[in-house]
């Protein structure tokens, strides 16, 4: 059986988010963790495997 699960990483919960004068993301020093339902998926996943 193949599973395959996407995932995604989003900002960390308590990453302070910058903007700068165009209202554009400043993405420089931001900390990155996988999504937290795509974490759950994964799991899931390996545990059928």
Known sequence: MKIL????QVPQK???LKLNESS?????DV????NE???????EAL???
């Open 5 to 8: 699960v996407c995932m995604k």
């Open 14 to 16: 308590d990453a302070p």
């Open 37 to 43: 339902p795509d974490a759950y998926a994964l799991e």
């Open 47 to 49: 545990r059928q495997k």
């Open 24 to 28: 554009a993301w400043i993405r420089e």
């Open 31 to 34: 900390s990155y963790e996988v």
